[in-house]
């Protein structure tokens, strides 16, 4: 039997108890360091499977990690389980239906993305044990995908020193070995202190905290034009100093989001922010207090285990759907843009057919994308281990993510079809990459060669903690689960 019959064969064994395993996480969404009930279940299937689990990976009540196996080399198979605000929905519908108005969904497909990873991790141990090989499988279950960097904190602070690679995987609207780009980013929260006064019987004793977050808004509005174009500036008001415009607002806070191509960009871009940030205190009369909130890195790529993952992604192919899958996909598209499917396709470099609800090809390693490109907290992964992604298809052609769109088609049989492919995938390339020496240490030279050039500096400088608010009475109940 060849090596990734065997290997997809240990995938098929355990795809029942993986797709509800993933489909109970669909159930329960959570979100930013709040994931209990969602890790819990990771937890158990861990246990299950028998790795030896340590929970709290990191400081992070919400992270785990799961080894198995001795000696030999390190795998990290990376595995996420957050939701997003807002984004509650019925699944398997094509119209906007939230379950809870207000409440959370999975509109990036994070329940797959997890559910996957640890079949991955748990198909590589059973491979091990069946073979005799000496390697370990790591499954680390990271919590706050979505603007907590989870991730970030994790390799500023170790956790990946010992890996030989890491692996992991994206739901998507197509199948391809990710590209090893994406911005690197920081969120600083700038919070300007002034003095409050009578807005009209005394304006002039007062300083007011909300006009420098717009003089700050302002700066950063002209500074856009002379930045390079691939860097991004957002913000979002956290605190515009209260609902009473009659009072001076002595206090206002205005969250930065920036984004640039790689780190030494991001640092001279951030510069530039804080300067702004000095001239609207200057110009208004108040004191300006930094925090740095997150941030992660660029993505970078390691073009040997890359083309170890295209190889084994090219042997299983396209993932197999049928002909209800397609119907479903029909529907959704009915639902988007023609805008949003031809973005869609520009980002693996095709023209946009009249007709394909669903991808039917693995995108080649070599193509020319463009646009769409956001952040993650792999990226802090890729700079201190060799890292490897699939994006596997679990959605119709177009869907745009952190949608309704996307939750609908969460537990779609669709969905969980891309799921156990994408587990496939990692499990494929991990098991290649434990039987060809040659190529773990490629790659570990091309990952050596980077960082003697640029050396890793995470965006989250040592003394910032992450932002975990635990809703206290979720955690009791999760624990007591
Ligand atoms: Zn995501």
């Not at 979505?146 to 994790?154: I, P, R, S």
């Not at 001279?268 to 940030?277: E, P, Q, T």
Request: hydrophobic letters at 40%; a negative charge.
């Amino acid at each position: 039997m060849l090596n990734e019959e065997q290997i997809w064969k240990l995938v098929d064994a355990k795809r029942a108890e993986f797709i509800a395993l993933s489909d109970r996480v669909f159930e329960t969404p959570e979100t930013l360091y709040n994931e209990f009930a969602s890790v819990a279940e990771h937890v158990a299937a861990l246990k299950a499977e028998g790795f030896t689990v340590t929970e709290g990976i990191c400081g992070m009540p919400t992270a785990v990690m799961g080894e198995a196996g001795t000696e030999g080399p390190v795998i990290a198979i990376l595995g996420e389980f957050d939701a997003l605000p807002q984004l509650s929905q019925a699944p398997g519908v094509a119209e906007h239906s939230p379950i809870e108005v207000g409440g959370n969904g999975h509109g990036c497909g994070h329940n797959l993305l997890g559910a996957a990873s640890l079949l991955a991790a748990t198909a590589v141990k059973d491979w091990l044990a069946e073979n005799g090989i000496a390697a370990r499988v790591r499954y680390y279950g990271c919590p706050a995908e979505e603007g907590g960097a989870a991730k970030a904190y994790m390799a500023r602070d170790g956790l990946f020193d010992d890996v030989d690679a890491a692996i992991s995987w994206h739901p998507s609207t197509f199948n391809a070995v990710q590209h090893g780009h994406s911005l690197a980013n920081s969120r600083i929260d700038f919070t300007f202190h002034g003095k409050a006064a009578h807005a009209a019987a005394a304006p002039h004793l007062g300083r007011s905290a909300l006009d420098a977050c717009e003089l700050m808004n302002i700066g950063v509005n002209y500074l856009r034009e002379h930045m390079p174009d691939s860097a991004r500036v957002h913000y979002a008001y956290l605190d515009a100093g209260g609902v009473a415009p009659n009072v001076v607002q002595a206090k206002a806070t205005v969250r930065q989001l920036v984004r640039a191509a790689d780190l030494p960009t991001l640092r001279d871009l951030v510069a530039r922010v804080r300067s702004i940030a000095d001239g609207a205190a200057l110009m208004t009369g108040t004191e300006v207090e930094v925090k740095v909130y997150s941030g992660v890195s660029n993505l970078v790529g390691n073009r040997p285990i890359e083309e170890m993952m295209q190889r084994e992604f090219d042997k299983l192919g396209p993932v197999p759907f049928d002909a209800d899958d397609l119907g479903f996909a029909n529907e959704i598209r009915q639902t988007l843009t023609k805008d949003d499917i031809a973005a869609s396709f520009q980002r693996v470099g095709r023209e946009t057919p009249a007709d394909l609800p669903l991808c039917d090809f693995v995108a080649p390693l070599d193509r020319t994308s463009n646009g769409g490109e956001g952040s993650t907290d792999v990226g802090d992964v890729s700079w201190v281990v060799p890292t490897v992604q699939a994006r596997v298809a679990t959605c119709a052609v177009g869907t745009p993510f952190h949608t309704w769109q996307t939750v609908a088609q969460g537990k779609a049989p669709a969905a969980h079809k891309g799921m156990i492919h994408a587990a496939k995938v990692m499990a494929a390339t991990a098991s290649a990459l434990i039987q060809s020496p040659d190529t773990l240490e490629a790659a570990r030279a091309v990952h050596n060669d980077r960082q003697a050039k640029t050396p890793y500096q995470c965006p989250i400088p040592k003394e910032v903690s992450p932002p975990i608010i635990a809703k206290p009475e979720k955690a009791a109940r999760a624990i007591g689960q």
